[in-house]
């Protein structure tokens, strides 16, 4: 056994040149001493045996030693256990004090072959760090040179935007000097500059062109300004002629002054009202030169009214202010001043008017009839335009020199209020012509035109065919005419250029026509299916029209689009006879349906086709007649019901399973067939 005090000796040996030094440490002193030691002696250096030893014996070495540590340990146990002497004891000690050297070395050598690894480890990676630096270095240095070529390959030169001469007419116009063709033909780049040195060329030749022409420019303004001022020196000379030439004018009867200056003025007028003093005038210089025409009004605020808003905005600005200023003032206007104000905005009219004057030859009083005499009297036509309504309108008024006071009937004639009634039929002049109109005047409160006629004057039709403007016919008013025509006589109107269509007899006739709501035609059964399809609509016309013949009952309900005729009237059919049948049940009526509302091209009749009602309710009385009296039905063994004689030629009664009947006339031949 070691003791403490041989524990406590430590012993360094250092390799220092050729000879060893020893260091030995005294237990008594504690002060180290060197001594040299020869240099035969032999150094122990477990690094340099780390290095001749495999890992791997070294591991098995360990399990070995471990091993023979345990068994020794278990026989000292063994033997204290048994009371065996000391000498065993001390030798397995002895042994097993050896196995923990052992121990010791082996674990020196693992930390100094780990150090080791980890010093190997941390070389390769300084090494891995320098070559990763290197590499993200030559990345960087790759994509700034990728960059910088891009930057290249996208670079446009400011010669690519000069539109140059093509290569044959720049070999063609250039000089040699300029287009080496020997070194142009083979290097583009040399070409391309060539090329520059043309248009460089070319160029300062067309500026000097461009400097030669301003001048020239500038002295032509200099000589158009001369006989500019030239010219404007010569206008009161001319004025003052123009001014003497009158009086010749006058007696020659050419005045051009005045022409002129209606000229000017007319360039303001309202576009019917050029149309109407255009057509005037010419019919005047062409076949009656006692007609004259003249413009009147104000012409600055016909100006105005021609401004573009933007112009009259700046103008109009400081009054405009003014006017906020004063509004702001005043308390607001209640509703009834401001319908006032939308009524007189509505019924403006064109500051503009023409006056159309009629000379008039001989005056003859008798009874109820006159005429003027050649004493200069002169009926005077004031056309006006109202621009919001988009219609003109005539005021007239007769100049006399003889006194009409006395000649009663000559007074009631001459009345300008009834002096143009009824000039065409009908056409009294005291509502507008224009449909719109209607729908503008309820905005407004305004219920007829009459009572404005007297300010306004009188919107006759033919006075709108004079300045250009036509409208419409009243759809609603036509349909109202011929609903309560129809019930009187029972008799469709049929014109003469649609007799053909229909055979000469026809025995079923239309009982009833009326109107109903579209509340009503909603609750009907049999037009339920013209409901989901959504051809209906709230705004359409509905009517109920009542067909019979005999005990046979057809009922009718009729939808009637504003845009009559172009879009066609839509049937839908109820027939009472025995029972109720209906399109939806019967294929035969839905047949007939099809004949008025699918072949209605062929009852159109001339433009613009307002008889097609007329003829599509004449069509639904025919195919009804050969509904009937085709119709089988056993009665004492005979082919057709009594109560409807055959009085149509069929081909045949019936076809098909579902048993059609031939709805189809053919002209002239004046039988029926199927299609």
Known sequence: ????????????????????????????????????????????????????????????????????????????????????????????????????????????????????????THEAKQRVDVLHLQLQNLLYEVMHLQKEIGKCLEFRSQHEEIELVSEEEFFQEAPAEISRPHVTRDDQHQLTLARLDWELEQRKRLAEQYKMSLARKEKIQKAIEQKREYLSSLQPGLQNIMQASLPVQEYLAIPFEHMQKQAEVSRHLPPPLYVLLVQAGAYGQACDKNLSVSISGDVDEAKALSRPPEDSQDDESDSDAEEEQQNTKRRRATVGVQLDDKRKEMLRRHPLSLCVDLKCKGVLFHQYLYYLSPDGSVLHLFFYYLMNLNILTVKTKVSTTTDLSGAVSAGELLNSESLLNCLYASDHGKETPNPANRYQFDKVGITTFADYVSDLGHPYVWVQKLGGLQFSSDFVALTMQWVCSVPEHSIIPVSSECQHLFPAKVVSGLMRWTMMSYQEFTELGFVQHVLKAGLVRETDLFFMAVVERGTARLLAAVVMNPRYPEVAPLFSFSLHWKEERSGRTDDNLRAMESEVNVFRSELQGPRPGLQLLTNQIQRLCVCLDVYLETESQVCDGSEGPKEFPREKMCLRTARGPSRLKPFKYNHPQGFFSHR
């Open 1 to 120: 056994p070691v003791s403490a005090t041989e524990k406590k000796k430590k012993k360094v040996i250092y390799v220092i040149g050729t000879q060893l030094l020893g260091r030995v440490v005294c237990v008594s002193s504690g002060h180290s001493l060197c001594v040299c030691v020869p240099q035969d002696v032999r150094v122990y250096n477990e690094e340099v045996e780390l290095e001749a030893r495999d890992p791997q014996q070294d591991y098995m070495l360990y399990k070995d030693t471990c091993a023979a540590l345990a068994k020794l340990m278990a026989e000292i146990q063994e033997l204290k256990a048994g009371g065996a002497k000391s000498v065993e004891i001390e030798e397995r000690r002895t042994q097993c004090s050896v196995h923990f050297i052992t121990l010791k070395k082996l674990n020196r050598l693992a930390h100094m072959r780990l150090k080791k690894g980890r010093d190997q």
